[in-house]
Structure formats: C-alpha cells, structure tokens
C-alpha cells in the first residue's frame, strides 16, 4: 500500500509499504480522505511541536474518514462496506486518568495518536485500528463531514469545558478553522450573541457564510473596544482564543465579562505570556484549558446526525495523496487563504 512518510523536517515522500495486520480487535479500514491539522504542518515545516519532535521517518494525518475493508474476529458492531471515522488517541485504560474518562491526558495517549512522532497515522491507504476508536458513519453522511468530526470534537470539549449554555455571550479570537467551528458549536449550544475576531477578512467572510455573526477586523478596528461597546462595557461570558498568539491570549483578560470562563483551545509555540491576573480577580473570572478531548466523537456525530451542520463548507482545498508535498507547502505558504486542506487518498 501507499504512505506518505515525513523522513525529516520539510522531506516528504509516497512510499510503498506492506498491509497491516488486523489482529481479533481491529477493523481494517481503506482510508477515503483525511483533513490537514495545524499539527501536521508543525511537523512537516518545522520537524515538531514544542518538546514532541519526529525523531523517525513517520506518517502523519489524524483526521481520517474511510470504509471497513475487514473485521477480526472479536468485531461484532462492524461489517465491511460501513463508512466509518476513527479517534485517533488511544489511552492505556487503566491510569487514574483513563479511570476517570479523561483519557485524553493519559500519559499513554499522548503518545499513542495517529500522526505523532511516536505513531503512525493515516496519510496511508490503509490502517488495522481497535474497533473501540471505529465509529460508523450513515451511509449518506458526506464524506468531507466525516472528514471534519474530528476537528469539531475539539471545540465540542472545548464548549464542553466552558460551561457554555443558554443565554451566554461569547468572543472567540481567531477565525480559522476551529475558530469557526466554535462558533458553530457555541450556536448549537445556544449561546446567541457571539463575536468573532480575526485579522484576516477572509476567514471572516466564510465565517459569515455559516449565518449572521459579528465579526471584527482587528487590522480595521479595536477589537476589545468594539466588543466592550456592544456589550455595554460589560465584556462576555465566554471567551475562547483559538489562535494560539502570545497577544491575543494576554488579550482575553480583556474580554472576559465578571465572573465569566476563558478557554484556552489555541495551542502557540509555549513562550510565556503577559497576563494580567489582577484584572482576572478582580472580575473574578475563570480560565480553563484543552488537550484534544475525551468522549466526544460519539455526541459529535449524534448532534452531526439530529442537527445537521454543513461542516465541509470549511474544506477549501483538497489534493491527492501523491500531491501531499505540495498540499503542505501551499497550507504553510497560503495560510491565509487555506481554510482546511483534504488529503484524498
Ligand atoms: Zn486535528
Ligand atoms: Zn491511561
């Protein structure tokens, strides 16, 4: 079969690999499409993130969507033909942390994810994976929504972790990809008065394609000022920095309404932040934070399949796998214009 391997920072190349083996648990699964992650484009452009650095030649691609090829023997709620969709993180299932449904933090998982430097993921034809991390899609579900579950999920625990609900107000700052989705999930939450903060209009106008939402040009205008002014200097609620910048993060203090939640999604490169905690106790205020998310692909796909949302919107570019190198050097090169990247395999 074919895999794109990442042999060394900015050197990709289609190999040909032998076919996993499917032990009694796992599904194999023919992989159709997987979506480009922000992480990727960390380990392909700048040979890791923070202190997980490729050390060996390794396949990225987390966000997969593909068809059941064959099923061990121990499978019972899979049949071959199913479209399904996998999770890429894998915990140990008996830390204290996997114990109390947060396996996402399990030492193990962090390590056993599709497209890290410690395991392959699915910019291949095929994978052998643990039907407990298969879930089945409709038959009908479009396949570039599939696609984008994983992604979601993010935010899903994200919202989940804000304590989002009705009645809310929200800023979210960034609006790529999972700034968009966020907005998304906020709405499906029924938080109703929601802004979105970028630099780059792009992103905004397709952010408005998904209904009205206020968006603010931070290039055009003081984004903590016009939100402060909307909000009859009240601030929000919620407050979600999804952009991973050193300014926009000091910046959420800022934002925050009395005794309101900020929720860190962005991930940035890990230089220490200026943030101003006086201000954040005299509001009174909150912070929390992510790392990926637990329990969530089920719920994802339940609201996806109850309330449909038309997520592939989002997919802006998609390319054939013998094209990857080209497909993460345009990402890096437009990231401006790239929304989200499809690898089709
Ligand atoms: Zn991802
Ligand atoms: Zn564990």
């Known amino acids: 079969m074919?895999?794109?391997?990442?042999?060394?920072?900015?050197?990709?190349?289609?190999?040909?690999?032998?076919?996993?083996?499917?032990?009694?648990?796992?599904?194999?699964?023919?992989?159709?499409?997987?979506?480009?992650?922000?992480?990727?484009?960390?380990?392909?452009?700048?040979?890791?993130?923070?202190?997980?650095?490729?050390?060996?030649?390794?396949?990225?691609?987390?966000?997969?969507?593909?068809?059941?090829?064959?099923?061990?023997?121990?499978?019972?709620?899979?049949?071959?033909?199913?479209?399904?969709?996998?999770?890429?993180?894998?915990?140990?299932?008996?830390?204290?942390?996997?114990?109390?449904?947060?396996?996402?933090?399990?030492?193990?998982?962090?390590?056993?994810?599709?497209?890290?430097?410690?395991?392959?993921?699915?910019?291949?034809?095929?994978?052998?994976?643990?039907?407990?991390?298969?879930?089945?899609?409709?038959?009908?579900?479009?396949?570039?929504?599939?696609?984008?579950?994983?992604?979601?999920?993010?935010?899903?625990?994200?919202?989940?972790?804000?304590?989002?609900?009705?009645?809310?107000?929200?800023v979210i700052l960034g609006a790529g990809c999972i700034g968009i989705m966020t907005m998304l999930a906020l709405r499906a939450h029924g938080v109703g008065q929601i802004f979105l903060v970028d630099i780059v209009g792009n992103r905004l106008k397709k952010a408005q394609e998904f209904g009205t939402v206020h968006t603010i040009n931070a290039k055009m205008e003081d984004p903590v000022q016009k939100v402060l002014e909307m909000t009859a200097g009240a601030g929000t609620d919620l407050v979600f920095e999804t952009a991973g910048s050193i300014i926009t993060q000091a910046q959420t203090v800022q934002y925050v309404k009395k005794t309101g939640m900020i929720t860190f999604v962005g991930f940035s490169s890990g230089q220490p932040v200026a943030f101003d905690i006086s201000t954040l106790m005299r509001k009174e205020a909150n912070v929390t934070t992510v790392f990926r998310y637990a329990n969530q692909h089920r719920k994802a796909l339940d609201q996806m399949i109850i309330n449909p949302i038309e997520l592939e919107k989002l997919v802006s570019h998609i390319y054939d796998l013998k094209d990857i190198k080209k497909a993460l050097d345009e990402n890096i090169r437009d990231k401006d214009k790239v929304i989200k990247a499809v690898i089709r395999i």
Request: glycine residues 12%; charged residues 25%.
């Open 2 to 170: 074919k895999a794109a391997v990442l042999k060394e920072k900015g050197v990709i190349e289609i190999e040909e690999r032998e076919m996993p083996k499917t032990g009694d648990d796992d599904v194999l699964v023919k992989i159709e499409y997987v979506g480009v992650c922000g992480s990727d484009l960390h380990f392909y452009g700048e040979g890791g993130i923070g202190v997980a650095k490729i050390y060996e030649p390794r396949v990225l691609g987390h966000e997969p969507v593909g068809k059941v090829e064959s099923i061990g023997k121990n499978v019972t709620d899979l049949k071959e033909g199913d479209s399904v969709i996998l999770e890429p993180g894998i915990g140990c299932g008996h830390c204290s942390f996997c114990r109390t449904g947060r396996y996402n933090i399990c030492p193990t998982a962090v390590r056993h994810f599709l497209g890290n430097p410690w395991t392959d993921g699915v910019f291949q034809e095929y994978i052998a994976y643990p039907y407990q991390y298969v879930y089945k899609i409709p038959d009908d579900f479009p396949k570039l929504r599939g696609v984008m579950i994983e992604p979601y999920v993010v935010v899903l625990h994200a919202v989940e972790r804000s304590g989002a609900r009705y009645g809310h107000s929200a």
